[in-house]
């Protein structure tokens, strides 16, 4: 299974894109959101800097959604009763997607204030 051809592993990481994009609607949201966002930068064309930054911040959202994909359909999978450790494993993956989505809303304020100053 270990170091297929990269057409091959290129074929699973977009079936897991398009697994998530049918079965997660949190990461239909944040796939809108990304989508409106790219509508925003193409509109007011901002520096490369900005371009950069909101980029990562975006797709570190979109990445933290589809690991949390991956937690939720392991943890499922292996025990799927209900647990208080796998409540806290749960929790704790969409902490880290509900951290990277406020900090990606506060980039996206820091960068809309500095493109419409005062
Ligand atoms: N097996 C379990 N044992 C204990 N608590 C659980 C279990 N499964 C889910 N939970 C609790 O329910 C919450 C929601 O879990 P679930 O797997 O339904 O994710 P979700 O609401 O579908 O999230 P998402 O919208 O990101 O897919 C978890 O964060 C956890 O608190």
Redesign the pocket.
């Known amino acids: 299974m270990k170091n297929k051809a990269i057409h091959l592993r290129l074929g699973f990481a977009l079936n897991g894109i398009l697994f998530a994009l049918k079965s997660?609607?949190?990461f239909r949201t944040q796939l809108l959101a990304a989508m409106a966002i790219a509508i925003v930068l193409i509109v007011t064309r901002p520096s490369p800097v900005w371009w950069g930054i909101i980029i990562l911040t975006t797709g570190a959202v979109l990445a933290a959604e589809l690991f949390?994909?991956a937690l939720?359909k392991t943890?499922?999978h292996l025990?799927?009763?209900?647990?208080?450790q796998?409540?806290l494993a749960?929790?704790a993956a969409?902490g880290a997607?509900l951290v990277l989505g406020l900090t990606a809303i506060l980039v996206f304020i820091s960068f809309l204030a500095s493109v419409f100053p005062g």
């Open positions: 997660e609607a949190s949390n994909t939720e943890l499922d025990h799927p009763a209900q647990h208080p796998i409540k749960k929790d969409a997607v």
